[in-house]
């Protein structure tokens, strides 16, 4: 089955920032939805100009393949970034300094600024790349907690696919004032419900994957020596063909304590600055709970939480085959 676009949304030109997993299903379902999108990647060569999402497999499935067109792919920011109405940076935050530099001369007055995963202090870096005067030209600031879905590009700038949504989204944003106006433009721009948090703190401490993947990875290939290969039934023995559907206890182990670290960060400074509002600083188990809501279908424990989640379900361990082995991958 393949979608219909919608109708079309009154929020002007948006524009993507970053190739990965994340932009190519955020310039897809926008461009889908009848939204001007453009790109601003690194390789605009490899990109198509019609995009495709599958949603196979994932709770979006009934919504059948989803189709759009982009307006305009470029890897300068002059050519894309002035007319833009809202910019999303749509990459890891160790990049956002360096994409906001890049695009921050070129920002009109009254832009929407936002991340699609705004954990790293997103709004630190945004300060510090466009300083007091080009900030005067953004109307609003906002970040979400976690990215919409968790998801991968199939065949780079042509295909992608959704593994699991959200239920649920979380936006910080600037002047806090406006925090219903932001959650307003995330759910128009997602068609996910979003609820705020009170501050962009509480994205910061509440890091996902950066702390999800060392500690699945080390359970998984803490015996390697920087040489060894595996093959594929060394790796199902140990449970590591997938990254969830098999997340085992010492992974939960792993998990925890590097969790409790960002809870101790969190209880310190609540210490010293009691009226501080962390509260959506929870515990891991608690977050993706919060976030993926009825598609854990186990919440007894992290363990089970991890292992139950739908969202989770198509997590393969990525690997690139050599020889006759496997070898851990960073792609």
Known sequence: MTSTSPHLLAVGIVTICGGGNGAHVAAVYLAFKGVRVQVLTRQPQRWSQTLELSTTGSSWEPK?????????????AKHVVPQSDVVILAAPANVHPLILEHVAPYLKKGVKLGALFAQGGF??????????????????????????????????????????????????????????????????LFDIPCKTVANFLNLTLTSSNQIIHPARYYA??????????YTLEELEKRNGLTLYADFDEFSAEQLTMLDNELQQVKSALLHRFPALDLSDVLPMGDRVVKHYGKDVSDRSSLLQIFRTN??????????????????PSSR
Do not use: M
């Open 64 to 76: 059948g393949t989803i189709t759009g067109r982009l307006s305009l792919v470029s890897k300068h």
């Open 123 to 188: 709004d630190w870096a945004v300060q510090k790349a466009l300083g007091e005067d080009r900030l005067a030209n953004v109307d609003l600031l906002f970040g979400l907690q976690n990215i919409p879905w968790i998801c991968k590009s199939t065949k780079y700038g042509h295909k992608c696919r959704i593994i699991g949504p959200k239920q649920c989204l979380y936006v910080a944003c600037y002047p806090v004032e406006r925090k219903a106006e932001a959650a307003t433009l995330v759910q128009t």
């Open 220 to 229: 998984i290939f803490r015996d390697w020596d920087g040489k060894k290969t």
């Open 310 to 327: 739908l969202g989770y379900a198509g997590c393969a361990t990525p690997l690139t085959e050599v020889s006759k082995g496997g070898l």
